[in-house]
């Protein structure tokens, strides 16, 4: 419990990894199609694709839709970098709606104040694995002409009245990070259900390449491929993931029915239908006057892992305040100011979160031993 994450390897994974590297297949192979297709089936979706990691997922969903550099693309600010920053990358211009206070998700009512003429795209990002309110977001989406990539980077395992998130949008994109559900060590996924931006991702990520391969290429793309020895933890992981999430679920409801009981305290409420994939547990803490930081350092004496996971929104991190103006697009883009954007919840849920370890690694005992830490520290 002195970790926030800690990967869940067994010999499983050790043995094909193994066997992979046994058999020469170190590029992307045989256990990245296999992954892609128990993938696709564990979300729903028509078509998985994986990719060398969660941000070159994203950055291929906007790739694969074609959108401009110029246009406006909506997304939230407590989140981790990369959700902003792909959308840098070919010259999109992040627009930053607020979040909600109970959920700590992106506020549908604020998407719809930020939409201009120049929108083009909703990026909602799943925040700690909760589910964000997909169902509003799509009839915004539908409303206003817009796609909508899903950052379901944190949330394997989370669904809105049983159907996964990542599938609601046009695309949807995960990440394998070591820390998160199911892990690669880096590693990423991107799905769809639509063949034709299916078939155009599979060759972005493959230097262009057409479905035979070869050396003909047919697009301006990159090389963000699954190496095969990834793929074979990622095949295995997934195969473990619903026990997983099942540990990670016992853990999560315990801490947060303490949660609940201690006044300053409060976690992210989860909607009726929704299904929090628990990745991280990070409650915010009402009372200013009690030290964030003094809470951090309490909990990490006693041996029990904590931190402050987004403590800078993104708006108000140097990138934007000051990189975005020595980045290459802003030559040919107009993008706002951001030392001028004011979203007070987002920076007050940045400022008074903490996380508390919820890991599938932690023991009853340990969960019995920050349940009572909370208490003596709060109550
Ligand atoms: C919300 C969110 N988006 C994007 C990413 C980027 O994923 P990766 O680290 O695999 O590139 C992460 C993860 O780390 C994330 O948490």
Same mark, same amino acid.
């Given at each position: 419990m002195e970790?926030i994450?800690?990967?869940?390897?067994?010999?499983?994974e050790i043995s094909?990894?193994?066997?992979?590297?046994?058999s020469?297949?170190?590029?992307?192979g045989?256990?990245?199609r296999?992954?892609?297709?128990?993938?696709?089936?564990?979300v729903?979706?028509k078509?998985?694709?994986c990719?060398?990691?969660?941000?070159?997922?994203?950055?291929?969903?906007?790739?694969g839709l074609n959108i401009?550099?110029?246009?406006?693309?909506?997304?939230?600010?407590?989140?981790?970098?990369?959700?902003? #920053?792909?959308?840098?990358?070919?010259?999109?211009?992040?627009?930053?709606?607020? +979040?909600?206070? @109970?959920?700590?998700?992106? !506020? &549908?009512?604020k998407?719809?104040?930020?939409?201009?003429p120049?929108t083009?795209c909703i990026?909602p990002?799943?925040i700690?694995g909760?589910?964000?309110?997909?169902?509003?977001?799509?009839?915004i989406a539908?409303?206003?002409d817009?796609?909508?990539i899903e950052?379901?980077?944190?949330a394997?395992?989370?669904?809105?009245?049983k159907?996964?998130?990542?599938?609601?949008?046009d695309?949807g994109?995960?990440?394998f990070y070591?820390t998160k559900?199911m892990?690669?060590g880096?590693?990423?996924?991107?799905v769809t259900n639509?063949d034709e931006?299916?078939?155009r991702?599979?060759s972005l990520? #493959?230097?262009g390449r057409?479905?035979?391969g070869?050396?003909?290429?047919h697009? +301006?793309?990159? @090389?963000?491929r699954?190496? !095969? &020895?990834?793929?074979?933890?990622?095949l295995?992981?997934?195969?473990?993931l619903p026990r997983?999430?099942?540990?990670?679920?016992k853990?999560?409801?315990?801490?947060?029915?303490?949660?609940?009981e201690?006044e300053?305290?409060k976690a992210?409420?989860?909607?009726?239908?929704?299904t929090?994939?628990?990745?991280?547990c990070?409650?915010?803490?009402?009372?200013?006057?009690?030290s964030v930081n003094k809470?951090i350092?309490?909990?990490?004496?006693?041996?029990i892992?904590?931190?402050?996971i987004?403590?800078i929104?993104?708006?108000q991190?140097?990138?934007?305040?000051?990189?975005?103006r020595?980045w290459?697009?802003?030559?040919f883009?107009?993008?706002?100011?951001?030392?001028?954007?004011?979203?007070?919840?987002?920076?007050?849920?940045?400022?008074?979160?903490?996380e508390?370890?919820?890991?599938?690694?932690?023991?009853?005992?340990?969960?019995?031993?920050?349940?009572?830490t909370?208490?003596e520290?709060?109550?």
């Open positions: 970790h994450a800690q990967p869940q390897i067994s010999e499983e094909l990894v193994a066997q992979t590297i046994r020469g297949s170190f590029v992307e045989e256990n990245a296999t992954l892609e297709k128990e993938f696709a089936k564990f729903g979706a078509h998985a694709i990719a060398v990691n969660g941000t070159a997922a994203l950055h291929l969903a906007i790739e401009p550099p110029g246009v406006e693309m909506i997304t939230s600010a407590f989140t981790f970098i990369a959700s902003a #920053n792909v959308i840098t990358f070919g010259g999109g211009i992040p627009i930053f709606a607020d +979040i909600d206070p @109970n959920t700590f998700n992106i !506020d &549908p009512e998407i719809k104040k930020a939409i201009t120049k083009r990026l990002i799943h700690f909760l589910p964000a309110d997909m169902k509003a977001i799509s009839e539908t409303e206003h817009l796609m909508i950052d379901a980077c944190q394997h395992g989370g669904y809105v009245d159907k996964h998130v990542g599938t609601f949008g695309v994109c995960f990440s070591a559900n892990i690669t880096e590693g990423g996924m991107v639509d931006l299916a078939e991702i599979r990520k #493959n230097h057409g479905a035979k070869g050396y003909h290429h697009l +301006i793309a990159y @090389n963000y699954l190496p !095969d &020895p990834l793929a074979a933890i990622g295995i992981q997934l195969r473990k997983m999430l099942e540990q990670r679920r853990n999560a409801e315990l801490i947060r029915e303490t949660i609940a201690l300053p305290l992210q409420t989860i909607p009726r239908g929704f929090h994939a628990h990745y991280v990070a409650p915010i803490i009402e009372n200013p006057g009690i809470v350092s309490d909990l990490r004496n006693r041996g892992g904590s931190r402050q987004y403590s929104p993104c708006h991190q140097p990138t934007y305040l000051e990189g975005i020595n290459r697009w802003n030559k883009v107009d993008y706002p100011d951001y030392s001028l954007v004011r979203l007070p919840v987002s920076e007050k849920v940045a400022s008074s979160h903490f508390i370890p919820i890991h599938p690694g932690i023991t009853n005992d340990e969960v019995m031993t920050i349940q009572k909370l208490i520290i709060f109550a």
